[in-house]
T-cell receptor, first 114, second 111 residues
Framework: SQTIHQWPATLVQPVGSPLSLECTVE??????LYWYRQAAGRGLQLLFY??????ISSEVPQNLSASRPQDRQFILSSKKLLLSDSGFYLC?????????????FGSGTRLTVV | QKEVEQNSGPLSVPEGAIASLNCTYS??????FFWYRQYSGKSPELIMF????GDKEDGRFTAQLNKASQYVSLLIRDSQPSDSATYLC???????????FGSGTRLSIRP
């Protein structure tokens, strides 16, 4: 069966520090991968999605970037964090390029920028 | 106008009653509709998806879709305290399109 892993679970970082969040999927090949952010009490905002190695689409211009160095690995990065980058970061995957039968989410990383 | 709108709640329902959660969407061309459940501090979990007008039942959950009214709902029968969570409605234009999420309705089941 397929599983998705995200780490770390929680992170407290000072303003101006770098960020690297990692997501990996097991049990499938060539998944479609997504990074979402959920601010406190808010909905899910799609940040990036990827349909293959090295293929990244950005939904919202901002302080973050994403990379997909391997088929089942998706990384979210920042060179300098802002206070507004605080939130709950979720990685998701799907078999289909699009909605299909819905996305499956990882357990998330709660980021607090101080 | 938001693409997917939900009442933020909280919606308080007595244990054993039917909880009714509603969602409207703006894109008339939307074809796929999803309901996710999110417990506090946890990630969203897909509980239902529906593509066709009408009702789709899965255990205590029923999703209802009315494309003419651009309305989708989720009914939870025999509500349990474990159903207390935020329910996210999500919509996609097609199976090849990305999913757009609403901001969620917080449901509280009182014993």
């Amino acid at each position: 069966s397929q599983t998705i892993h995200q780490w770390p679970a929680t992170l407290v970082q000072p303003v101006g520090s770098p960020l690297s969040l990692e997501c990996t999927v097991e049990g499938t090949s060539n998944p479609n991968l997504y990074w979402y952010r959920q601010a406190a009490g808010r909905g899910l905002q799609l940040l990036f999605y990827s349909v293959g190695i090295g293929q990244i689409s950005s939904e919202v211009p901002q302080n973050l970037s994403a990379s997909r160095p391997q088929d089942r690995q998706f990384i979210l990065s920042s060179k300098k964090l802002l206070l507004s980058d605080s939130g709950f970061y979720l990685c998701a995957w799907s078999v289909y390029q699009g909605a299909g039968n819905g996305y499956t989410f990882g357990s998330g990383t709660r980021l607090t920028v101080v | 106008q938001k693409e997917v709108e939900q009442n933020s709640g909280p919606l308080s329902v007595p244990e054993g009653a039917i909880a009714s959660l509603n969602c409207t969407y703006s894109d008339r061309g939307s074809q796929s509709f999803f309901w996710y459940r999110q417990y506090s501090g946890k990630s969203p979990e897909l509980i239902m998806f529906i593509y066709s007008n009408g009702d789709k039942e899965d255990g205590r959950f029923t999703a209802q879709l009315n494309k003419a009214s651009q309305y989708v709902s989720l009914l939870i029968r025999d509500s349990q305290p474990s159903d207390s969570a935020t329910y996210l409605c999500a919509v996609s234009r097609s199976s090849a399109s990305k999913i757009i999420f609403g901001s969620g309705t917080r449901l509280s089941i009182r014993p």
